[in-house]
């Protein structure tokens, strides 16, 4: 069971931070994956992410952000619009430029936390 755990804790931690890249969000948005009930669904139970025991193992902290924001409908449907993904874009490529440097948190893979918690 602890492996099975791990390996859904890994592929979960793995999905939330692939949501800070907006050119991913913008093709969720394009092949409708943004307006199926189940993936909704899925994008509100990952928002335990955003608690800090769960935080502090993502490294891009714009895809708690953007974890947020998919739960907008408005946002969701601008997320369609290729000025918008490229202003998004632009932005966070800019803000990467001014040398923002993050420390990573060290983990202990055996104390991984139980997201049914």
């Not at 009930?37 to 769960?54: H, I, V």
């Not at 953007?66 to 932005?91: C, G, H, N, T, Y």
């Amino acid at each position: 069971m602890q492996e099975e755990d791990a390996s859904r804790f890994q592929t979960e931690l793995e999905f939330v931070q692939c949501l800070c890249n907006v050119r991913y969000l913008h093709y969720l948005a394009q092949n409708k994956y943004l307006e199926d009930p189940a993936f909704l669904n899925y994008l509100d139970y990952l928002q335990y992410w955003n608690q800090p025991q769960y935080s502090r193992f993502v490294v891009y902290p714009q895809a708690l952000s953007f974890l947020a924001l998919l739960q907008s409908e408005a946002f969701r449907r601008e997320l369609s619009k290729p000025e918008l993904v490229d202003m998004i874009a632009q932005q966070q490529y800019f803000y990467g430029r001014r040398n923002v440097t993050q420390q990573p948190v060290p983990t202990d893979p055996e104390r991984l936390p139980d997201p049914a918690q």
